[in-house]
């Protein structure tokens, strides 16, 4: 075994990683109108089971050890010396949201695999063996909660549940579509092993890094999340007719609502947000008050309390304009996380390797939801966060610089080596 | 001739009436989950063709000159004895909303039949001719403007430019579905004969005449109408990374823009009101911040300076919120219609008629278009309403009571009998 000096100047192969980036972005490619490459490949759609067969190959290329368990999370395996030691673990998903980019998710999977390659290429054994993963339906955009595999994974949700989860937009199952592109695997779900340790490479998808010209994130935590499906029914009436007092007007309660929790997070600052991003109306026509209207309701706070005081904020909200409009309102949770505190060794650890490379560093809470977080549950982890250009993501023009992304799969390569390397003589 | 006094006592059928109701009503049928029996007949659909035919056929059994003009209204006409004279005229629409009902339109095109069907039972000849018309796309649903037949008809619109609108759902052009339906007819458009008057016997509704117990409105004339359409273009962004302050939501100022137009009506009172019956987000996800969204804003009032002020309101509203998310606004005008006032003569024609027939009445605005305003246009125009119960219409729940349709359409046949016998001698 080489000694730790050496294996401190081991870097990863940026150009390799970017060529795989690049690759597995055109699965389910979507061009914008001003040259933005961006991606939709929903969980389990065809997309999907093209851009997991791609990267699968490239597990089997390096000659890794691949199971595919019963809700299709892909794991890929390189042994260690030790036979008896737990792995360490590194990924995240490639699924995308329907408008997504080509970097979220994708680098936390790909950058595991460039660790991978550029162990393989130096000769290096490690004690422990080291495992990365890509997780199912991550996103939650086609199936709902997120992070469901992950989840799944740690034991957090049942794995009957999961199969029988149904789509959003065209209702098939779960379990059946993992079936029909071929990834119901059958290694068992949850996992019998936890990991020594689970760190996720990820962009940061946010403004922060950037604003303030920093380049590496050693993330301390994930904000707790509240999303809420609400259905909200009225009267459809004339829109000409009808006078103002005397309206059962379900688009006007939920955009009063949409409108109300903006309020609502303005006035409680600090991290707290608030979106409605997804809003229906019916018969959605320009002179019919709408009869109904179907929205989802999505709140983040990183302390518990103040998301729960959030929560409480919105009930009332609903409650009130229910009563005063004369509507009903169905409330359901579609998803419900409370914020996660990752393990401060492993936080620390993302930092001074940071530092000790020679980037600028800031430990940071993570505003999105990620698989790194069910992971927590299970084994210490953390999240090493590269910077997006304009802080955004979940868009196709979601960016990260090339440069970014080597210093982003260094810190998770001198960081993989330090725990695999625990307990070696 | 028969004398004035036999027949003021002359009645319609109102069994035969209801009938044709029913029959008409059963075209493009829709249940709701109560048993309601509503109505979706799109304007040049093949449900609008098969209701155009059933009526056209009724037309035709009567012994009616049968005209079909270049936009598609249908005018059938018993011809009076002065050939000189020009025909009193009764009608309204066949076309409904998405998820209408049985009453709104049909009512004036039926009753106009059973008016027709009345005289010729009764043998009676007038002296002015009498037409009865249904006119095209009178609802706007799926072609706008709205009331775009019989404003073509009075010579409002250009026939070309009336022909070239694009559906707003599946973008057909409407000159190609009237051929595709087989009523583009060889009768020019706009007409060349102003009717002597017209007289549209319709629903109101409303919850005004129910909420008053009152059977017939004469109505005084009908709210200005405008309708926008706006696109509001912002920044898609991940919900959970993008602080509060940084964000460009397409989907709140949609929002905000519902509530204001709601919070404008409110504080003006009056007859104001504003609706937001259509509001489509992109990308419409849970967890996305929206790039985009798409809405309609109505605004009326019975007093065009009143509703340019709404309008100015709205604008501003607009414009501070564009300026404050940092969003663009684009904006369209979908149909602008002042106030139209009817003649008073009619309207007191109506009024006395009713009193007359021993029913309770009242004058009153309409706060819904209607085809009458086109009329008014070119000839003495007032309209006749009979309750809606619960005040509901563009709803499948729409009803209104058998002995108030008959009502109201003997108060139609006594006006057109006033009017088709002025000059007799």
């Known amino acids: 075994m080489r000694n ?3 294996l401190y100047d081991l870097r990863v192969d940026g150009d390799r990683l970017w060529r795989r980036l690049e690759a597995l972005g055109e699965v389910g490619a979507i061009l914008g109108p001003n040259g933005e490459r961006g991606c939709a490949r929903l969980a389990l759609t065809d997309a999907d089971r093209e851009g997991r067969d791609l990267v699968v190959g490239w597990m089997r290329d390096l000659g890794l050890a691949i199971t595919i368990d019963a809700v299709g999370n892909v794991v890929a395996t390189r042994a ?3 036979a ?13 949201v329907r408008t997504g980019g080509r970097f979220d998710g994708n680098l936390g999977v790909l950058g595991g695999l460039e660790v991978m390659e550029t162990l393989e290429q130096h000769g290096i054994s490690t004690r422990h063996p080291i495992s990365v993963a890509f997780f199912t339906d991550e996103e939650g955009a086609r199936f709902q909660p997120d992070m469901l595999g992950s989840l799944v994974y740690v034991g957090g949700m049942a794995l009957e549940d999961a199969l029988d ?10 379990g059946d579509e993992l079936a029909r592109i071929g990834y119901a695997g059958p290694t068992p779900c949850p996992t019998a092993t936890a990991p020594h340790a689970y760190v996720e490479l990820h962009i940061e998808q946010g403004p922060v890094l950037e604003d303030e010209d920093i380049t590496i994130g050693a993330v301390t935590g994930v904000q707790g999340i509240s999303w809420t499906e609400l259905t909200i029914v ?3 009436a004339h829109a000409g007719t009808t006078p103002m007092r005397l309206r059962h007007d379900a688009g006007y309660v939920a955009a009063a609502i949409t409108a109300g929790v903006r309020a609502i997070a303005r006035e409680m600052g600090g991290t707290q947000v608030a979106t409605v991003g997804r809003c ?15 929205m989802t309701v999505d709140l983040r706070n990183t302390d518990e309390a103040r998301l729960e005081k959030a929560e409480a904020s919105f009930h009332a909200l609903c409650d009130q304009l229910a009563k005063d409009e004369g509507v009903t309102i169905e409330r359901r949770s579609l998803a419900r996380f409370e914020p996660v505190e990752f393990d401060e060794g492993m936080i ?5 390797t940071a530092q000790r490379l020679g980037h600028s560093t800031k430990m940071m809470p993570s505003g999105a939801g990620h698989d790194a977080q069910m992971l927590a549950r299970v084994c210490p982890t953390s999240m090493i966060f590269v910077p ?6 979940h868009n196709i023009a979601e960016f990260t610089k090339p440069a970014d992304i080597s210093a982003g799969a260094n810190v998770l390569l001198q960081v993989v080596l330090a725990k695999a390397m625990e307990g070696a003589v």
């Open 348 to 352: 620390k650890l993302v930092q001074r």
């Open 388 to 393: 997006s250009v304009n802080g955004l993501s």
């Open 4 to 6: 730790a000096e050496s």
């Open 280 to 294: 229906e109306l019916l018969p959605n026509l320009v002179n019919v008050i709408a009869a109904k209207a179907t």
């Open 84 to 96: 008896t030691a737990a792995p360490v673990m590194v990924g995240s998903h490639i699924d995308t």
């Open 165 to 174: 989860v149904r789509a959003a937009d065209d209702n098939a199952r779960l």
């Open 80 to 82: 260690g010396t030790d």
């Open 234 to 236: 009225g009267q459809s």
